[in-house]
Every structure is written in C-alpha cells, then in structure tokens.
C-alpha cells in the first residue's frame, strides 16, 4: 500500500470496507492510513453493519481536538486538525435483483437510527445463519471449522466469504485465496449457502429512512446489457436512488463515460470509490485505487449540497402579507437561508407570469435574472415547474383542448365564470358587452396579467392549458355542485380543489403541489427526508403530506392544519413562516 496520489487537490473516496466486514484495516487503522494518504474524507461502508462506524468517527474527532502538530508531521499521535479526514457515516448493502448480485452504498446515513438498527439486525440474524449452515457443510468435508472458530480468528469482523478462504488458507486447506473460492466458497461451490437478501429498493427505502443517500454502487461490474442496467437505474431512481458510483478504481474510461451518461439522463449524483479492502485486494489502495483513480471534493460538495434542506412555499395567505409583500425581516432570512445553501421553491396556484411579476417586486429577480439562488417555481397548482435560472420549465402538464371544450361549455351553461391561460395571458370567453365581469375584476386585482378575449376559450387553446379556473365570489355550493357534476367524467384525468372558496381549480390529475414537489426532488435531486412545505388552504394539503414536515400557517383552514406536522404560533401577516426559518434553516 505504497501508491501516491498527487493531483494538487485532495481526493475523497467514498467506498471503503474495514475489518469489521471484509477488509483488513480496523476502522481506527482507515483513519490513520487516510491521513497518510492526504485524503480530504472518506466513506466507511462495510457490508451490511454499521459496527466500525462510532470507532471511525471518535477517533477521528479526538484527532481533530488534539493541538496543532509544530513540525509538520501527519503522524496520528501530532496530527493536525487540519489534516484529519472527514469520515462519512456509511454502509453497502448486498442485494438481489432479478438473480444477480447488486450492491447499493448509503452515504451519511444516521446510523444510530433505531428503526435502521433493527433492520439492521434482521440483517445480521440472516447472515449468522446462513455462516452456521455452511460450516456444517464444510465439517462435513472433513474441514475442522465452525461459526464460533471464525469469530474468534476474526473477532469483531462480519463473518463473509473472504474470511472462510483466509481460514481456508491459514489452516493449510488450500494454497491460495483463489483455490478456496475455486474449490469451496464460490457461488457455484456445493459449500456455499446464499444468503436470503434485500431487494435494492428496499435498501434504497432503508438508506433514505435513515436519512441517507442511496448510490448504486459499482454498475460497470455487474456484466448487464445496456438496456438491462438502464431499466434496473430507471427503476431505482423511481425508488430514490439518488446517485450512482461513476468513478471506480476498474473502469477505463468509455465505462466511466458511459456510466456518467447514464446519471445525467437520470439526474443522479455521481459519486466515486476505490472499493478499498486493504490485503483482502492486493494492489488496490485506499484514495487511487490501482493508481489512476482521483476522486474529487467536489464530488462530495455536491453530495453534501443535495442534503440541504428545501422550502416549499405556498404564496398568498402564507409567505406573503395581504398585501402582496413580504416583511424586511422575511426577505432577509429567505437570502440568507439560499446563501447557506438551502433551497427555496415558490409553489402556488397562481399562474407563472404572475409569479415572475412579484418575484421581480419582492427583489427575488432583476430584469429576469434570479437573485436568490437556484430558485425554483410551481405554479398552476403544480402543472408547471419553471427553473429561473435556466429560463426553461422542467415539468409541465396540460388540459387537453377536448376536454377544455366540454368544461367551459359547462361552466357556460351553470352560468359560471370560466378561463384558461396561455403563456402570457389570461384566455377568457367575449363578454357581449365588453366588459369583465366582476369574477374577473377580482382575480386581476392581485393576478395582474393581461386578458385576451376569445369567441371560443378551446379554439384559442389547441395546445391545452395548465389549469382552468372556475370563479364565483358569494356562492361556494354552486363551485361544489359543479365540481361534483364533473367529476364523474374526468375520473383519472382531471382533479379538482378549491385555493379558497371563491376560486375552483381544475387542473391535470398529474399535477398538484404533491407531485410536483416529489418531481422537484427527482429532479435536482434531493432527499424527501429534508423537505419542509408550507401552506394555508386546501390546495397545498397534498404538499404538506409528501413533505417529510408539513407546515400549516395560524390562519390556515381546517383541511390544512390537520395535514400539517407543525402549525406557526403566528398568521402571515405577522411573519409566521420566519419561525420555521429560524428553526430549520440556519
């Protein structure tokens, strides 16, 4: 274990087995050989236990306490804090899927979790079995071994199949490591007893429970198809994966471009490791792998980046004052929780030109460009997603115009105030004295966009339309009775909700303030686990449910409060939002 690493930054390496599972390094050992290796941090992911994790990282800390070396020495017992890795909370979980072995790394997982602990366990219990049942197997070829014999040969190590071969080994039963698992310990060994395994879905369920991220480790081993390795990544993203090991000590470099394709098509984190074992692989070494391998900081920045938390909040009865502002105080604690790089999403009813329009008031944009960064917007209800950086919409979903044609000639008939939208204008049917009615009056005095008039609101929508809104101002049992009537025909393709009782909304069944927010963390990506959403009526109930924190306002409806995990001490005109700010967002 003598290779360098010199690319003038220090790397990370976030795939490292220790002696408590099948490396040979003790945890304690891992620290002192990153420090020599100038490694900035490291992952410690043994499989399937948590065991070497506390020893890691105390030791690590009472490093980082001791005082600064005076000759510039990296030896642990003078070691600078400085130069004491990070060491990142970790596991690797060995799964199956479809027949094959596939391998899934949990980064930064809180491994104290008592509900992960447990699963954990069950883990264990498995594996001790499945050691019990081989062992006989092997008595019974005249081997002289047992479970208890390897526990006591490798004490506090994970009994797996590279302790039997050194066993194997040391007690003169083979020549080499390869021969045991050529004669005994391999998958196709009359000796070997597979272990009953996890799905990778539900390791990636257990890692983000334990709030973790969830990195499919090493996918260029596992001899997919093309197409078989995207469907298996496709699935886990649908599941959560949140990244994929792009960057590993055997890839050459079309498999590393390949895999980084793969992550960008699926918006996965990249991550990188060397899948360090100490003598268990000989020649792989910790931090550059056979030699070539560099993974970055960045890598990490990113990953840490992603566990961020991320505020979705409603606007009207929420954020802003009636008035359509927001306090100095709010403004301040909204860029200053951006600057430590928390996110911010606006999630609304309103319709997307509106939303621009008060961001550019509240000085959130200037001349089109985001002043707060990275900042997200859901508007519609949640049928568009718009990225202001990017000046481009990530999500959206439309009424078709057939179903436009049936629901205002509806609307006509129950005599109801009907319109759509198209990018920049509200679409509203000619009035035959020309003037807006007082539905209209209404909703512009705080939607302030341009109306266009049109004989026939679908005609002029041949692309659909993000939402229609039905408006009556004094009489919400005809909105209810006219929802009712249409709901029976639009089962499964429409939804329908109320943003206050004046105002109902018919919008795509795909849309809402739910999903959009479970897109806007597949798209980024990032964790449910850090998501806070924030609401007053009955149209934010589905965000404040997929939130891991709902959050409902003092002056929110019943439906909401009932949604919500905590309720502010105070409205939204007296800055009730800034008591999540400050509480979670520091």
């Known amino acids: 274990m003598t290779a360098s690493i010199s690319r003038g930054v220090p790397p990370v390496d976030l795939h490292v087995h220790s002696s408590r599972s099948d490396g040979t390094l003790s945890p304690r050992q891992l620290v002192d050989y990153a420090m020599e290796k100038g490694l900035k941090a490291f992952a410690l992911t043994d499989h399937d236990t948590t065991e070497g994790l506390d020893e890691a990282v105390s030791y690590a800390q009472s490093l980082r306490e001791r005082p600064c070396c005076q000759d510039g020495s990296l030896a642990p017992k003078d070691a600078c804090p400085d130069s004491v890795p990070e060491v990142i909370p970790g596991i690797e979980f060995s799964t199956e899927y479809e027949g094959q072995d596939i391998h899934v790394v949990g980064l930064y997982i809180d491994y104290k979790n008592e509900a992960f602990g447990q699963k954990l366990q069950a883990f264990v219990d498995s594996r001790i079995l499945r050691n019990q049942k081989m062992c006989s197997l092997l008595q019974q070829a005249g081997i002289q071994i047992s479970y208890e014999k390897l526990l006591l040969e490798f004490p506090g190590a994970v009994i797996t199949r590279a302790h039997y071969a050194r066993y194997l080994l040391s007690h003169g039963y083979v020549k080499s490591i390869k021969e045991a698992f050529e004669r005994y310990v391999g998958d196709d060994c009359p000796y070997f007893v597979p272990r009953e395994k996890v799905t990778p879905f539900q390791a990636v369920e257990l890692i983000l429970k334990a709030d973790g991220i969830p990195i499919l480790a090493h996918p260029g081993l596992y001899s997919m198809s093309d197409s078989r390795l995207e469907k298996l990544i496709k699935e886990l993203k649908e599941a959560g994966l949140l990244g994929i090991e792009a960057i590993y000590s055997t890839y050459d470099g079309a498999m590393e471009r390949k895999i980084r394709a793969l992550a960008s098509k699926y918006r996965l984190l990249i991550s990188g490791g060397s899948d ?311």
């Not at 430590?340 to 606006?346: A, D, E, Q, T």
């Not at 009489?475 to 004046?502: H, T, V, W, Y």
């Not at 686990?529 to 891991?548: I, K, P, R, W």
Request: contains cysteine; hydrophobic residues 40%; neutral net charge.
């Open 276 to 586: 360090f074992h100490g003598a268990n692989k000989p020649g792989l070494d910790l931090g550059c792998g056979y030699g070539s391998l560099y993974i970055p900081e960045t890598v990490l920045c990113a990953i840490k980046e992603c566990r961020k938390n991320l505020l979705f909040t409603d606007l009207d009865g929420t954020l802003l004052l009636d008035d359509s502002t927001v306090s100095p105080a709010m403004k301040e604690a909204l860029f200053g929780m951006t600057k430590k790089g928390h996110r911010l999403i606006l999630t609304t009813g309103r319709p997307l030109p509106s939303v621009l329009s008060v961001c550019s008031q509240l000085g959130f944009l200037k001349d089109g460009v985001p002043l707060i960064p990275n900042l997200l917007v859901i508007s519609y209800n949640g049928a568009l997603v718009y990225d202001c950086s990017k000046k481009t919409p990530v999500l959206e979903h439309r009424i078709s115009q057939e179903d436009i044609a049936f629901i205002t000639k509806k609307a006509g008939e129950a005599g109801l105030h009907i319109h759509g939208y198209t990018d920049s204008e509200i679409l509203c049917r000619f009035q035959e004295d020309g003037q807006e009615n007082a539905e209209l009056r209404y909703y512009r005095r705080r939607i302030a966009m341009p109306v266009k008039w049109v004989p026939d609101v679908a005609q002029a929508l041949p692309y659909g339309t993000w939402k229609l809104q039905v408006i009556h101002l004094t009489d919400n049992e005809a909105l209810k009775q006219f929802r009712d009537s249409l709901l029976p025909c639009f089962e499964g393709r429409l939804q329908m909700i109320f943003s206050n009782p004046r105002y109902l909304e018919i919008l795509p069944a795909q849309a809402g303030k739910g999903n959009a927010l479970r897109h806007v963390c597949a798209y980024l990506p990032a964790p449910l686990s850090h998501t806070f959403a924030a609401g007053d009526e009955e149209n934010d109930v589905s965000m404040l449910l997929a939130a891991q924190t709902g959050i409902a306002m003092k002056n929110a409806v019943p439906q909401a409060k009932k949604a919500a995990r905590v309720i502010t001490q105070a409205d939204n005109n007296h800055d009730g939002l800034l008591e999540i700010l400050n509480r979670y967002f520091q």
